[in-house]
């Protein structure tokens, strides 16, 4: 069979939206956000459903694509491999084929792209990926929305990313592509992020090795777990080689006097990041956590009309 005939929109990567689409979408995300402060009902999907397939944990994404479908006037399902035919063997086509016919958006977190891309070429309805091993697209949404609701535009500004080169620093690169900003990279060697996608980015995006030399003149420091979720037997290995790139004090003392500090969650401190800078004055990091909500909601809409 042919694979995905309605092509409709998903959203596997940032790329999956043009610049002026992610900048609209993020707008968006805040105007949802007032109306929702103001107690105003917003509900244009009543009937609608969205299936939240989750093969790793998750507080935040979970509860936040829940939270959004209610709010929308529709409803979300989650699906666990461990009580479905997923975790006993079903071709992930076959599940895209039937999923689709009954729910109107399916969202996934997994470990393979490849996954997410399967699922989407054989569904019918919008594939939202909700964290894979590549990357992690929501989270950027929320991470662009945040910034700008604190200082303005991104466009033409510094960030440092610090730590592993990783999914988030995966969706980081592309979102130096689609919003226009520079990235600098600082993780060990041996952990550079996805080199492809360097050289695709390689106008904004740049690996320097050093934290100072990341976060000097940054008016943003971002950074993750040191090991991501099914690298928890690497751990220990990457505490020792990792150890020098704490986001620290110090470290956010080279950025720019008004550098915000983020970071997706859940964290650890006194490893990736010390408990001063993401308790600090710097931090928005539950601004990050509640803008999944808003920027999600955006997206359902922006995905759900779409497609209709
Ligand atoms: N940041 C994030 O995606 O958090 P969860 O793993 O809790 O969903
Ligand atoms: N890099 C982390 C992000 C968690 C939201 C992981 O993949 O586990």
């Not at 479908?69 to 084929?97: C, K, Y």
């Not at 990313?161 to 990235?183: H, T, V």
């Not at 950025?255 to 800078?277: D, I, N, T, W």
Request: aromatic share 8%; net charge negative.
């Amino acid at each position: 069979m042919a694979a995905n005939p309605t092509a409709c929109r998903h959203f596997l990567t940032l790329f999956d939206l043009t610049s002026a689409e992610a900048r609209q979408l993020i707008a968006r995300a805040s105007e949802l956000k007032q109306l929702l402060r103001r107690g105003q009902d917003y509900r244009p999907f009543p009937q609608r459903t969205l299936a939240m397939i989750f093969e790793k944990a998750s507080t935040r994404t979970r509860v936040s694509f829940e939270t959004g479908m209610v709010q929308l006037g529709g409803h979300a399902l989650f699906l666990s491999p461990r009580d479905t035919q997923l975790g006993r063997g079903e071709p992930i086509e076959d599940s895209a084929r039937v999923l689709s016919r009954m729910v109107d958006a399916v969202m996934i977190r997994t470990f393979e792209q490849e996954t997410v891309e399967r699922f989407a070429a054989h569904s019918s309805v919008p594939v939202i990926n909700g964290l894979t091993d590549r990357c992690h697209p929501c989270q950027l949404l929320a991470d662009m929305q945040t910034y700008h609701e604190h200082r303005g535009d991104i466009r033409g500004k510094r960030v440092a990313w610090i730590g592993d080169g990783n999914n988030m620093c995966y969706s980081f690169m592309e979102a130096a592509q689609l919003f226009d900003f520079e990235l600098q990279i600082a993780c060990p060697v041996g952990f550079e992020p996805d080199a492809a996608l360097l050289a695709a980015t390689s106008d904004r995006c740049r690996v320097v090795h050093d934290p100072a030399v990341a976060a000097a003149g940054a008016h943003l420091v971002a950074t993750d777990v040191w090991a991501s979720m099914g690298q928890e037997e690497e751990q220990a290995h990457r505490e020792t080689l990792f150890a020098p790139f704490q986001v620290t004090a110090e470290v956010m003392a080279q950025a720019a006097p008004e550098a915000l500090f983020m970071h997706c969650l859940p964290a650890h401190r006194g490893e990736e990041v010390a408990a001063a800078v993401i308790d600090g004055p710097q931090s928005v990091v539950w601004d990050e956590a509640e803008n999944r909500l808003h920027a999600q909601k955006a997206l359902l809409e922006f995905l759900l009309r779409s497609a209709s």
